[in-house]
């Protein structure tokens, strides 16, 4: 199992507009693409106007083959026209379990 962590922060003033282009635009793409969404959270105590998205892959080859899928499609990348100026430092990791410690997401070992 893999898990993908996004992270960003939105530009002031930006938020109710990236929520909706998000909850209609953006996770009807995740959806189409099969990925393993798990969420999107938002700062309640820390660094305002800060998002994490997660997802979940079966595998590396699995991440890359609907990533890649994702980032390919046309829809998102018009999408991007328009969030990209709302969105500042974007970062993406891809984690791993650690073997014999069970967790929450994914089978247990």
């Given at each position: 199992m893999v898990l993908l962590k996004v992270s960003y922060r939105l530009r002031a003033h930006h938020v109710s507009r990236y929520e909706h282009l998000f909850?209609?635009?953006t996770l009807p793409l995740i959806e189409e693409h099969g990925l393993g969404f798990l969420g999107i959270w938002r700062t309640i105590v820390g660094d305002a106007q800060e998002y994490l998205e997660l997802f979940t892959f079966d595998s590396l080859a699995q991440f890359d083959l609907q990533w890649r899928g994702l980032m390919a499609d046309p829809r998102l990348a018009a999408l991007?026209?328009?969030?990209?100026?709302?969105?500042?430092?974007?970062?993406?990791?891809?984690?791993e379990p650690l073997q014999g410690i069970e967790t929450a997401i994914g089978p247990r070992r």
């Open positions: 909850a209609t635009r991007f026209e328009e969030t990209g100026p709302l969105v500042e430092d974007e970062r993406l990791a891809l984690f």
